[in-house]
């Protein structure tokens, strides 16, 4: 019962000082690991035996321990676990001043002892779990389908279904400064809010993978893409509140891949939630966000970021050649607002707030300077990507004034 030896001390601090009497704790063998005399502790306890033959609580006046070694006039009562007394509680005293008190701690020990099993025992299935997380999300380097298996058999779960990668991203605990690190936020805190949201299937698998991330094992019976959403943006705004309520920067970021089934299946929708996130953060410049894999604009920017590299030095030429006009800043800033609005002169020139004829005479520009054409829809696409692309590999260097 090493936790029962973890928290005795502790026990016996905050009880006796809140009841202002003196307390002892010993453990089955009768040995003393909890006590407001520190002096006593590791010493034998020799009454111990005694109270655990009698499976009750025992008396001791200051008649009946005369002569007795390292005992205390007071009431011992057996403590018990899981139905097995593991332990005596002794409170030192007048009996009939402390008896009072005996039944009401002994409830408290048993209590905590409970709540601690229950911890100490999440702790060492989360960190199993972790590890099996680990080989799942690494399948093609690890490749050892057998131990996936053996695990899948011991804890119930089946990867013949197609499962949901949801990646949740807690940026103020990646490295966090000491200060937070003296603020305890528990695994099992953060568990019980992402479960709360998430699990709503027993094939449903949560865990941490890092410091600053979790991953939800999204069981998947038909995909419903509003639900889904609903689930992260709810889950996001918990975070928030329960990190702002430990004085934390409430940054959270969620994002999710697509379902697969087969473990190289679950591999594939981490990976995607991953660069959903590494994406969705960088281009939505929002220090908290939900980021679906399947959204266009997230798609269109993970392709800017996926180009060859043989093919960008390609269009950087066409950037550069840009770039190197005095009208660099107004141009490009035109070319990119057209796009996104369709290609749609009258759209792009309010979005600009210029004349439609201003645009086009920027338009022209852009055809002679790079002797394309802008209402080419394929030109256009990519020269945009081009010009995104820079701006992703250097967007600290402002585009030259115009």
């Not at 990867?159 to 990646?167: A, K, S, T």
């Not at 299937?201 to 998947?220: A, C, F, T």
């Not at 087969?262 to 953060?281: E, I, M």
Request: glycine share 6%; proline share 3%.
């Amino acid at each position: 019962m090493k936790f029962f030896e973890q928290i005795a001390q502790s026990i016996v601090e905050k009880t006796s000082a809140v009841l202002e009497v003196s307390m002892s704790i010993t453990d089955a063998k009768g040995t003393i690991i909890g006590c407001s005399n520190l002096e006593r502790l590791g010493s034998h306890h020799v009454v111990t035996e005694e109270v655990t033959r009698a499976e009750r609580s025992v008396i001791f006046t200051k008649e009946n321990i005369a002569g007795r070694e390292n005992v205390l006039p007071g009431v011992a009562t057996p403590i018990r676990f899981q139905q097995q007394i593991i332990g005596v509680l002794g409170i030192i005293g007048e009996p009939d001043e402390v008896g009072r008190y005996v039944e009401f701690v002994r409830t408290h020990i048993e209590m905590l002892l409970q709540e601690s099993f229950r911890t100490e025992t999440f702790y060492l299935q989360m960190k199993t779990t972790e590890i099996f997380i680990q080989h799942l999300i690494h399948f093609k380097e690890w490749d050892n389908e057998e131990a996936l298996h053996n695990y899948c058999e011991m804890s119930g779960f089946h990867f013949d279904r197609p499962r949901m990668c949801i990646l949740i991203d807690i940026a103020a605990l990646h490295a966090a400064t000491e200060e937070i690190k003296a603020i305890r936020i528990s695994e099992y805190d953060l568990f019980q809010i992402i479960s709360n949201y998430f699990e709503d299937h027993s094939e449903d698998i949560i865990s941490p993978i890092n410091r600053g991330q979790w991953m939800v094992l999204k069981y998947m019976d038909g995909y419903d893409p509003s639900k889904t959403r609903r689930q992260c943006e709810q889950a996001l705004k918990a975070l928030k509140r329960f990190l702002q309520a430990h004085h934390i920067p409430g940054h959270v970021s969620i994002a999710y891949g697509k379902s697969y089934t087969g473990f190289a299946g679950v591999s594939r929708s981490y990976q995607q939630a991953l660069q959903t996130l590494l994406t969705g953060k960088k281009y939505k410049k929002s220090l908290s966000g939900v980021y679906a894999f399947d959204d266009w604009n997230i798609l269109l920017n993970t392709l800017i970021q996926e180009i060859n590299p043989a093919f960008t030095e390609t269009l950087g030429d066409y950037v550069e050649k840009l770039l190197s006009h005095p009208n660099a800043s107004i141009l490009a800033e035109t070319f990119l607002v057209y796009c996104e609005q369709g290609l749609n002169v009258s759209r792009a020139a309010r979005k600009l707030f210029v004349h439609r004829n201003t645009l086009l005479y920027r338009l022209n520009q852009l055809n002679e300077i790079l002797f394309m054409d802008t209402q080419s829809f394929e030109q256009c696409m990519l020269l945009y990507i081009s010009l995104k692309k820079n701006g992703d590999r250097d967007s600290r260097q402002p585009l030259p004034a115009k």
